[in-house]
């Protein structure tokens, strides 16, 4: 069964960058489209940025475009989501999902996700 382990979160202050990695075992992710989401304190789950199984095709929040940048190594069976420009409102539990094979289509977004990460910490302050 896929297990998602993301990494790379921490401290930051505004400005400044951060790499998430979201590293998959256990079944390969190559066939999947994988998500980023976050949760802000007292706030709801949201879709952050998507990539396609390919790697071709990627979309992004209006909060991220611009600043975010969603890529994968299928070959490392890992998606990364290098972050530039942090601000404080990007703080949050950041999530990655994989869409559940049983319903892959490898496209964004994922009909149904099937696997999520622990989640990993960002936060932004100076």
């Known amino acids: 069964q896929l297990q998602l382990v993301e990494s790379g979160g921490g401290l930051v202050q505004p400005g400044g960058s951060l790499r998430l990695s979201c590293a998959a075992s256990g079944d390969s992710l190559n066939l999947l489209a994988v998500s980023w989401f976050r949760q802000a304190p007292g706030k709801e789950r949201e879709g952050v940025s998507c990539i396609s199984s390919s790697g071709r095709n990627t979309n992004y929040a209006d909060s991220a475009k611009g600043r975010f940048t969603i890529s994968r190594d299928n070959a490392r069976n890992t998606v990364y989501l290098q972050m530039d420009s942090l601000q404080p409102e990007d703080t949050g539990i950041y999530y990655c999902?994989?869409?559940?094979?049983?319903?892959?289509?490898?496209?964004?977004?994922?009909?149904?996700?099937?696997?999520w990460g622990q989640g990993t910490q960002v936060t932004v302050s100076s």
């Open positions: 999902g994989a869409e559940a094979p049983l319903f892959a289509l490898g496209r964004c977004p994922p009909r149904r996700f099937g696997s």
